[in-house]
């Protein structure tokens, strides 16, 4: 679209999705600034207050960090997420997707979410809320706008499953870039978590290339609207600029954006000391924009395989029935969450002259049908049983999840 703000928007060529493009800085001057509404943002969090996965998602995309926060917060949120789902309790499809963010910005899987109360796939539960959300456009049909929560939910739905690569987003990214249109989205901050969904999708491998030019010319209208709302230095009003400018820097990994970042940011700046973003809420939109990066990015954060906990687990196998009696112990170190199966695999590659095993499979996992040779027999009624101390196991060794310092026995019996 050829517009009065001559906004020139080509699309680059680019690599690497998750590189930063040199956008403005917030001046040395004004660093603190930013740094105490972050401070002042994490304070907020405690105990008895009800999380909020947008501060999660702020502190781990930025510079300042408090690490009491934010474990209060991941346990919250997982808690919080379980507990609204054995409920029954609302959850809509845009809450999911911020607590998909959220938990993936701190490295917690949200695929995998476990709290004593119980277990729950927060990725699969946004592919069916966002599915719900877009079964309005399924076939061709016309968009009914009363299905939808809103368009700023399906945009960070879209986000959300685009971060964690989920196979429906290619599908959701079509439907959403049919039909957001400027008109549709209504309003700043939609377009502007609109275009942060979309441009993650421009990131990610395998989307269909009809899909492709959808997204990147429904891109154009919205970063073009976006733009045209610029006014004394805001984006929209005040707690909408954040987002815009989160928006426009992710995008400019892809496109040619005309616009005066540095002018938006000292606008955004001068509002701090008026308590402008007091609410933790709005101190979480804007700062990722000051701190030069997006909610698109959540998809680079680096989570190091060695920041997984190891935990040691005590293994020992006993044979007073047949042949040669034996009784040998081991200590092995697996990442927390193995599987009992695991840690048996883990010994027999330590100690093959010992803990080597062998197992089938049955409906109900790993059955183990020998250790170091011996096998179980039906005629003699024997079998490898498995004991926690001196409890026997009430699952098999494929389902079993050994603890902390568990001393976990594998006993040659009758039964
Ligand atoms: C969608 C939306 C609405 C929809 C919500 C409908 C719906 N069923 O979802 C409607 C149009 C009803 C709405 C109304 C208002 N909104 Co509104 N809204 C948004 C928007 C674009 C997205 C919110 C969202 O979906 N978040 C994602 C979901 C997953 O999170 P959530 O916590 O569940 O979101 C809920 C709350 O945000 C709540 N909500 C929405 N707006 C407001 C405003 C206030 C003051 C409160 C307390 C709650 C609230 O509705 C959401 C859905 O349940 C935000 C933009 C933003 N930057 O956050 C503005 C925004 C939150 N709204 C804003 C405002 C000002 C209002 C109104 C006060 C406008 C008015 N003049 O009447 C009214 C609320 C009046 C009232 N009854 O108390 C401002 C808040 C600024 C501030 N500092 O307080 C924002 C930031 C927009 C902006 N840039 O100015 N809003």
């Not at 510079?63 to 997982?78: E, F, G, N, S, W």
């Not at 995998?112 to 061709?140: C, D, M, P």
């Amino acid at each position: 679209m050829e517009n009065k703000l001559g906004v020139f928007l080509v699309l680059l060529s680019v690599t690497c999705f998750c590189k930063a493009v040199n956008t403005c800085n917030v001046p040395d001057t004004k660093k603190s600034y930013v740094t105490s509404l972050a401070i002042n943002m994490a304070r907020s969090v405690g105990p008895c207050v009800p999380p909020d996965p947008s501060v999660l998602l702020a502190l781990n995309l930025g510079q300042v960090k408090d690490p009491t926060a934010q474990d209060i917060l991941i346990d919250q949120l997982k808690n919080d997420a379980v507990d609204r789902v054995s409920k029954n309790a609302s959850f809509t499809s845009g809450k999911v997707a911020l607590y998909v963010l959220a938990l993936r910005s701190s490295c917690v899987d949200p695929s995998n979410i476990s709290v004593q109360k119980g277990s729950i796939n927060l990725v699969q539960l946004l592919e069916n809320k966002t599915r719900e959300e877009l079964r309005a456009f399924g076939n061709g049909s016309s968009p009914k706008a009363s299905v939808i929560t809103t368009w700023y939910q399906v945009g960070l739905d879209l986000l959300g499953l685009c971060t964690m690569s989920s196979p429906y987003t290619s599908t959701a990214a079509h439907i959403v870039a049919k039909h957001t249109t400027p008109e549709v989205c209504g309003n700043v901050d939609t377009a502007a978590v609109v275009v942060m969904g979309l441009v993650c999708v421009l990131g990610m491998e395998n989307v269909p290339k009809n899909t492709l030019t959808e997204v990147r010319k429904t891109l154009s209208g919205l970063l073009n609207y976006i733009l045209q709302n610029q006014k004394d230095g805001l984006i929209g009003n005040a707690y909408s600029t954040g987002l815009a400018g989160q928006a426009l820097m992710a995008a400019e990994k892809y496109f040619s954006v005309n616009w005066d970042c540095s002018v938006i940011i000292q606008k955004v700046l001068d509002l701090i000391p008026k308590k402008t973003f007091s609410l933790p809420i709005a101190a979480a939109q804007v700062l990722p924009f000051l701190w030069g990066t997006s909610y698109v990015s959540v998809k680079c954060l680096p989570c190091p395989e060695n920041n997984a906990q190891f935990i040691s687990v005590e293994y020992t196998i006993v044979n007073n029935i047949i042949g040669e009696h034996f009784l040998y112990s081991t200590t092995v170190l697996v990442k927390e969450g193995s599987t009992l199966l695991q840690v048996m695999q883990k010994a027999a590659e330590l100690d093959p002259n010992k803990f080597s095993f062998e197992s089938q499979n049955s409906t109900w996992g790993a059955y183990i049908t020998s250790i170091n040779h011996l096998a179980g027999n039906t005629n003699d009624k024997t079998y490898w049983q498995f004991l926690r101390d001196s409890t026997p196991l009430e699952v098999g060794v494929s389902s079993y999840i050994p603890k902390k310092n568990d001393h976990i026995t594998a006993i040659f019996s009758t039964y």
